[in-house]
């Protein structure tokens, strides 16, 4: 995953020409038991249920990469499914944080939204700007 290049409102980028899309919470549970359907027992449910949600969240090019679980189990090794899988929950743990996470992260987060619409526009209008007159304090 490429760390901060965001690829859409909903997407990040995975590599290779493909984006990690955000999923819906019945996205998410179809994943788990499809992941679970596939699971021969209990110790390969989380490889399964890994394989099924990179199966549902990557795309290329607005298309999804894998049909379902299964072809993900086919066409990537182990270590990639661990890769995107948690590159996935990075990225949904960013985009949707819990309201478990405590005030201060609450916090930290609106300054962090706060700032960074401020800072995008810092520059930008600033001549603009300069021929405004401050609406506070007395003219001199």
Do not use: H
Request: charged share 30%; proline share 3%; hydrophobic share 40%.
């Amino acid at each position: 995953m490429d760390s901060g290049f965001w690829a859409g409102a909903d997407r990040v980028k995975a590599g290779g020409g493909r984006t990690l899309r955000l999923l819906s919470a019945r996205e998410v549970l179809e994943a788990r038991r499809e992941g679970d359907a596939l699971a021969l027992d209990g110790k390969e449910r989380a490889v399964c249920r890994n394989a099924c949600l990179v199966a549902k969240a990557l795309e290329r090019g607005g298309e999804p990469v894998f049909e379902n679980g299964q072809a993900a189990l086919d066409g990537l090794r182990l270590e990639e499914i661990a890769r995107l899988a948690d590159a996935w929950a990075e990225f949904n743990r960013e985009y949707n944080p819990s309201p478990l996470a405590g005030e201060q992260e609450i916090q930290r987060r609106k300054k962090a939204w706060s700032m960074r619409i401020m800072s995008a526009f810092s520059g930008a209008c600033s001549g603009c700007s300069a021929l405004c007159l401050p609406k506070i304090g007395r003219r001199r």
